[in-house]
């Protein structure tokens, strides 16, 4: 994704910078507030549900890309893990 920092420790030399304020500025204007600059690294979506929560993903069938954290983040939650095609 274009614009997200490569690791967790090239975006915690953006904390407290300059850089820092006036993003945060520019998402206030858009209606929106960054509130954490962690990330996990993968993502998940849907076509027969919403996934909202933990509990949304409870009985789901998952696959991730996101690697072995991502799958043990989906398995603690309640999804089963499909094997990846």
Do not use: H, Y
Request: with cysteine; glycine share 14%.
């Amino acid at each position: 994704m274009p614009g997200v920092p490569l690791s967790a420790e090239a975006a915690s030399l953006l904390k407290g910078t300059e850089f820092e304020e006036q993003l945060q500025r520019l998402c206030e204007e858009k209606g929106f507030r960054i509130l954490t600059w962690w990330w996990l690294d993968g993502g998940m979506a849907s076509r027969a549900q919403a996934v909202t929560g933990p509990a949304s993903i409870k009985g789901m069938i998952a696959r991730s890309g996101g690697g072995k954290g991502f799958n043990s983040m989906l398995s603690a939650a309640g999804a089963s893990i499909a094997a990846a095609r």
